[in-house]
């Protein structure tokens, strides 16, 4: 009987059809920093992830699920398991009647003359469902222009920006367990943080201890109609603040979150840390929640450098700063 990785190889090849070893995580994240994937696979649909995750379980082989890779930040060890990206199947976006995910009967709300449900695949890019929201003249997605990340990344991060966050337009979700089973959750069935839910929370967050592990599949999204013309004066808005106040290049975004009553990126000005490098990981002068990377950085330079900026801002202010982006050693 087939167990552990020594097979496995064969095993996801007639699975999935792809799989790549020593996979370099750099190529999978914003940032562009990171080691080796043990595996690397793209999955195309429901039924073959399905089958990929019992095969998982029966190996005991560890996966990680990534979306655009926008919020994570990879250390130099090989990750020893798999590494899993969605593929094309679940990208989509499609008109709903109900706020029932295609296929199921959840009994709940049905579309009014006011407002409109979505279902939208897990892979989704965030930019492809705001477009597809201004030709339905929908809007409610708007805040989540300019984030690189995923529909199922930016459930897991309870993604947010301009006093929005995801979980104000999501109604349910379709994940599938690490047994294999697949299962729908209300939006009361999935408690809210910041830049986080029970969905995979990190392991230091209050919410770990209540967590549901697994994948988002799709989702239901209850949008606002709206004209045209306000969602892109809004877009607009918000694309003008990005661009003045946020860097571009190589980088995870926000790193830290804003602690209650002052943002993070104050702190670290306060503390006189813009601009401040170790290595090729360097503070943003533009934005100081920013790291960026020059090209050369590695993990432990990004490491380092957040250490430093949270003892610096203990230091100076007394607060201690909490990572947002998501750290996998
Ligand atoms: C330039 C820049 C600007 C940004 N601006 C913002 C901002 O304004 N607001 C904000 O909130 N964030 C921002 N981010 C961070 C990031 O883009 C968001 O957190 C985004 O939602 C992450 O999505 P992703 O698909 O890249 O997820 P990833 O980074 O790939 O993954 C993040 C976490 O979600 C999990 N995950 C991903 N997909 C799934 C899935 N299908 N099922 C289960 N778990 C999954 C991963 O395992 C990981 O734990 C920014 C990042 C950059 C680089």
Request: net charge positive; proline share 3%; with cysteine.
């Amino acid at each position: 009987m087939a167990s552990g990785i020594g097979d496995f190889r064969t095993t996801i090849e007639r699975l999935v059809g792809m799989v790549k070893e020593f996979f370099p995580l750099a190529k999978l994240t914003t940032v562009k920093v990171g080691g080796k994937a043990r595996f690397f696979t793209e999955v195309g649909d429901e039924e073959t992830l399905k089958n990929l995750i019992k095969e998982l379980k029966k190996r005991e082989i560890e996966y990680f699920i990534l979306g655009n890779g926008s919020n994570v930040l990879f250390s130099e060890n090989t990750f020893p398991g798999l590494i899993i990206k969605l593929g094309k199947g679940f990208s989509y976006v499609r008109g709903g009647e109900t706020n029932c995910l295609a296929g199921t009967l959840c009994g709940a709300g049905t579309k009014s003359k006011s407002f409109d449900y979505l279902e939208v695949g897990a892979g989704t890019p965030l930019g492809t469902l705001v477009r597809e929201c201004f030709d339905r003249e929908l809007t409610g997605t708007e805040f989540l222009w300019g984030i690189p990340g995923t529909v199922g990344g930016a459930i897991v991060t309870n993604a947010g920006a301009f006093g929005s966050s995801f979980s104000d337009i999501l109604e349910r979700v379709r994940i599938i367990t690490d047994d294999g089973a697949v299962k729908e959750l209300s939006k009361k069935e999935i408690q809210f943080g910041y830049r986080e839910c029970t969905i995979n929370p990190p392991s230091h967050s209050p919410l770990y201890q209540k967590r549901i592990s697994g994948i988002v599949l799709a989702a239901v999204l209850r949008l606002e109609r709206g004209a045209k013309r306000l969602t892109e004066k809004k877009i607009a808005k918000f694309l003008r603040y990005r661009k003045k106040t946020q860097p571009t290049g190589p980088s995870f975004g926000c790193c830290f979150k804003n602690p209650p009553g002052i943002s993070a990126g104050k702190l670290i000005d306060l503390a006189g840390l813009k601009g401040r490098r170790v290595g090729g990981a360097y503070i943003s002068k533009k934005h100081a929640n920013f790291l960026l990377n020059d090209g050369s950085a590695r993990f432990t330079d990004f490491y380092q450098l957040i250490e430093l900026i949270k003892f610096y801002v203990e230091k100076r202010s007394g607060i201690l700063l909490e990572e947002e982006v998501r750290i996998v050693y």
